[in-house]
């Protein structure tokens, strides 16, 4: 069977795990039946556990369901020594289903797999030397790739059934009320880690920072907990911040963010009143930049800003241009210490933020979405998940949550080294062109067809020349040439779902 | 069949509603399975409704269950508005389920009751004309009275499975982010009314404050709500608050007080980082001035202050005596303007504060409670329910949940005009005397027997004579006689659970 955008799906394993092919963007009124934990009553006095391998035979046992967060980052220290235990404790079967995984969780993840302690992964990506050990078939089921929405959804309906959640937080109490805001491994909203907390029927907090109770605020409360583990150390505070914390100064970014401010500022949806997410990164950073100053020539504020929050985000709010920011995880210290004093910064769980199958999500409510890409078609199909070489290296993020935005705009270099951005088609489709408006290169941007308003209102504006893009592909491949096509093997190593559940598209097992 | 506490329980009704008698205080560590919600599916953006007619028409059906919250009190402008247009369209045997009942209601639900719109009711509490009615046989089901953490228990379960939650906010957006502090007519914490926002099939919000989107702090979450409704006013700001805002000029109320103080500051509890209820009244207001300069003498500080918070305790947040105050209500305008303002108030929900079946509640964590009594008799048992008439003219609230505390206090006078308030066996019991320490009136204090460690630490205080139950019981018929005993007709008109969903009592018909 294919997906909608020509993808063909492998009938056994698509019917084995009961998986519908990707229909469509729209989610339509379905009216869904929401699960719910067990709870194991209790006063809650005895929840402190001295150790990690206490606390892992008293709850993990084979077969189940585990997970963690990433709100950490590469900065984390909990997800190792969690997973050391468990491997050590002989367990077996193991489903990994963390909000996604970072770089420093790989070599245990693989010796995890090696040893048969973890035998299924649901992430929102991959990457490293745990993207090359994937592709290259060492799991044995395939990963199941889901957006940050997606697995809201997923949890909320049960398709992903959490037995024990492993939650580093840089403060708890002894009953388990804990923030993001506060300690020395500090890294603001617990967006993501919030499903979590909410529907696994075991809550174990891991924390470095004991604090009398009650902890407020308790973005993480008593009543969801049923363990709090004292260690040395739950993160690296160095290591937590993603990405750039500055403008950048590459000539290529800076003409591609200007580019985007002008696509943002000529839009129908550039007035007071207007949303947005910009995301992380110098580029993103320099499109903040641009925008401020626009909104400030065009006397214009936004009423909020949603997704991962970066400083500059927070610095349009304490200046007054935008109203109210909405954070599912929060980039840099400066955007988790002003989330923690500013009340004009809403703390939101992944549902809240993108969960498809909602009463509205933010995502629903957002004007202008800058998104990156490895990979843009022809069709403005993306590819945020794997490399040119076929090899995982990403993640879906909020990617195909957010694009569903009014002015989806895929910010991407037209070649990157002596690999095309701009291809005839992506390798593997994470985001359909379906939801993507306008890409900007830095030598012009292209309008997806569909959207004639938007043509209408971008073209024939100085230095923003408009292509088609199958001209942008052309000029793409003029300068690196056409690559030799990929080898795979017939073995599926991931399941790419759309954010509905369905599957949009597969990774194969690269021949090398 | 009989109860713990010694109550007969009718075998009929107890096997019909598939009841157990109350057993014991212990809750124990059962394994719970939640409930959870459906969700009708939506980007959001349609949520406005031009009318109440309207909204009733799309969401209420024969049979169902309709739920409001009693944060306006008697400044409640929605149940009366909503309950008009549910018994003019025709509708009938509803299960009410509001979080509690206000006298601004009754009139308006023994229309529904006669109309046959509703059929049975399920409340904390009733008093005034409605008490009468039900007392009088006016419902052909019996009522179930259930406390704040019973109602939330009883919802977690699905004992109570709300179709439609009717929730009246001072301020929410056009997607349904709502809270409590903001507009004309603020309470501050929507405590009672997130159990309905987060489980109920259906929410529809009333507010008179359409506020631009997204409105934060978001108590209630557009995740969580179908409608929005805009009416002409929500609430009487100067009727919503509750009872007594100043502190009492009474000798006797200022006496009992000062003892209360006593019994604290003398138990072992009153200690640096304890923690307190007092409740809301004249008299709870007296305690706590006592107890404010007490803590400043002794140099202690509270950890945390909880329950229904008014100004007073607010300002010893403010003064740096308490260090966190957890909100389930708000008693005055001032209590929630701190709530809005200060991070250290947090707001917490029923479940939260008071659910039994839980990981912990706070209610869990309390060194000393107050609470009031309309009589307590010589097992200590409490009845805040009945008259000495029979007549049902009270509220559980939190009474149950609260008095599992370490140090439950009861503060009452000996009597009250002609009638005792110590008496040999109180009319309805509420509370059983297992979970009671300490009885105060302005006479002195009684002892449960089963405590000597308290009655070893209060014994001998200069001012504070200690007598056995008995002896101030029968001072209490010393002074006004030994009333003429009830007569009841066989029916039963209300059950009494106690906080874990057993039956400790009922309340028969009484007979003129």
Redesign the interface.
Known sequence: MKSKVNRELPDDLMNKLDYKPFETTE???????????????????D?IVDSIKQVVADTVKDGMTISFHHHFRNGDFVFNQVMRVIIDAGIKNLTLAPSSLTGVMNDMVIEAIKAGTITNITSSGMRGSLGDFVSHGGLKNPVIFRSHGNRARAI?HGDIKIDVAFLGVPSADR??NANGMEGNAVFGSLGYALMDAQYADQVVLLTDNIV???N???SI??????YVVKVDKVGDPDKIGSGATRFTKDPKELKIASMVNDVITHSPYFKD?FSFQTGSGGAALAVTRYLRQSMIDNQIKA??ALGGITKPTTDLLNEGLV??V?DVQDFDKGAADSMHTN??Q?EIDA??YA????????V??LDVVILSALEIDTKFNVNVMTGSDGVIRGAIGGHQDAATGKLTIISAPLVRGRIATVVPDVTTVVTPGDSVDVLVTEFGIAINPKRTDLIAALSNIPGLPVYKIEDLQKMAEKRVGTPKPLEYTDRTVAMIEYRDGTVIDTVKEVKD
Chains 1, 2 share one sequence.
């Open positions: 989610i339509g009124h379905p009216e869904i039946q929401r699960v719910a934990p067990k709870v194991h009553v209790s006063t809650g006095d929840k909320e009953l388990g009398d109770y009650p407020t605020p308790a409360k008593q009543t969801q907990v049923d009143g009423s909020f109203k109210k909405m009340g004009n809403q549902s809240w969960d498809p199958d909602n009463k509205g999500a933010m629903d409510q």
